[in-house]
């Protein structure tokens, strides 16, 4: 085929239309579960004002959920994989504006929206089937998270960062997560699921590790 300026233009809106189309289905199924207007009305119930802004309350909840799912690992990629343009920096003020409530509002939504749809496909003889494994995750080093969370220690000395350790009860069968609890780091995962016990159903079947063993 012969280059031209033509040709090399409408490759370039070919490319951009189904980059576009890959978006839009690959958020389809979380626009479904999570609509604006939910999120919206979340931020009302808890009287969150906020500015007309570009970076609207929606649009932050929506970038995390594509950084998420994104092969790269920072914020401004996924925003860049979204075909938009803007400044890391941006993002994050962004995503610190929003209150942790809020957040945690919308996940017990998701959460009971999840489970009013699948929970049909997750009993084993009647029973509920929980899932319960922990991990740690490391943070910014910064004095307010060290003393909260502290730091990890061996042979080599502490850890570069400070880090939690959680411990996540799951439906087993769609891996959707329905409680999670974060301790310091020298914290016991038996421990720390012993305060997710209370928030379980009577009648659960709770499948774990023992001792969550390590490999």
């Not at 995503?95 to 929970?119: A, D, M």
């Not at 969370?149 to 350790?165: D, E, M, T, V």
């Not at 891996?175 to 016991?188: D, G, K, R, V």
């Amino acid at each position: 085929m012969k280059t031209s300026k033509h040709n090399i233009n409408k490759f370039q809106r070919t490319f951009t239309e189904k980059k576009q189309e890959l978006i839009n289905n690959h958020l389809k199924a979380l626009h479904f579960l999570v609509n604006p207007e939910i999120i919206y009305n979340i931020c009302k119930d808890e009287v969150y004002l906020f500015r007309k802004r570009i970076i609207t309350p929606c649009i932050t909840v929506f970038h995390m959920l594509l950084a998420a799912f994104s092969p790269e690992t920072s914020f401004q990629s996924a925003w860049h994989f979204a075909g938009e343009s803007c400044q890391s920096a941006s993002l994050s003020k962004a995503r610190k504006r929003l209150p942790l409530i809020i957040w945690e509002k919308l996940h017990k939504y998701v959460i009971k929206k999840t489970q009013e749809e699948i929970e049909v496909y997750e009993r084993w003889r009647g029973l509920r089937i929980i899932g319960i494994d922990g991990t740690c995750v490391s943070m910014e080093d910064a004095p307010d998270l060290e003393k909260a969370f502290g730091r990890s220690g061996s042979k080599h000395g502490q850890s570069k960062f400070p880090i939690a350790r959680i411990v996540f009860a799951f439906l087993l069968n769609g891996l959707i997560c329905i409680h999670h609890e974060i301790a310091p780091y020298n914290s016991a995962e038996t421990s720390i699921f012993s305060n997710i016990l209370g928030k379980l159903k009577k009648g659960d079947l709770i499948i774990a590790d023992r001792a969550y063993a390590g490999a």
